[in-house]
């Protein structure tokens, strides 16, 4: 599965848990919701994956990808110490150029 450099960047980020990287590949004015919440801008989203990805130790591997024009979908199995694990999700994303404006997390 080939995948835009946006997009592997992004999970390589998340699994090495640098929250910095991985809020780097979003814009300035970028939301995410995840789990009922919602975060925007760069440094609200950087907190929450720092917080998210401590809390259940989560990494993701790719499982299927998606994209037509600006809007693409990135389905992912996701482990960590939480109930349910391993899960499969859906990442629902907009993308801006080579940054992303908007993810959605399903599952």
């Given at each position: 599965?080939?995948?835009?450099?946006?997009?592997?960047?992004?999970?390589?980020?998340?699994?090495?848990?640098?929250?910095?990287?991985?809020?780097?590949?979003?814009t300035?004015?970028?939301?995410v919701?995840?789990?009922?919440?919602s975060y925007a801008g760069r440094t609200e989203i950087k907190q929450w994956i720092q917080q998210a990805t401590e809390k259940y130790r989560m990494r993701i591997k790719p499982l299927d990808f998606?994209?037509?024009?600006?809007m693409a979908e990135l389905t992912v199995e996701v482990t960590g110490t939480f109930a349910g694990s391993p899960a499969v999700m859906q990442y629902h994303l907009e993308l801006e150029g080579p940054s992303i404006y908007s993810l959605k997390i399903t599952g």
């Amino acid at each position: 599965m080939k995948l835009p450099g946006t997009i592997e960047g992004l999970i390589k980020a998340q699994n090495d848990v640098d929250s910095t990287a991985f809020a780097a590949y979003f814009t300035e004015k970028a939301t995410v919701s995840d789990e009922g919440s919602s975060y925007a801008g760069r440094t609200e989203i950087k907190q929450w994956i720092q917080q998210a990805t401590e809390k259940y130790r989560m990494r993701i591997k790719p499982l299927d990808f998606h994209q037509t024009g600006s809007m693409a979908e990135l389905t992912v199995e996701v482990t960590g110490t939480f109930a349910g694990s391993p899960a499969v999700m859906q990442y629902h994303l907009e993308l801006e150029g080579p940054s992303i404006y908007s993810l959605k997390i399903t599952g």
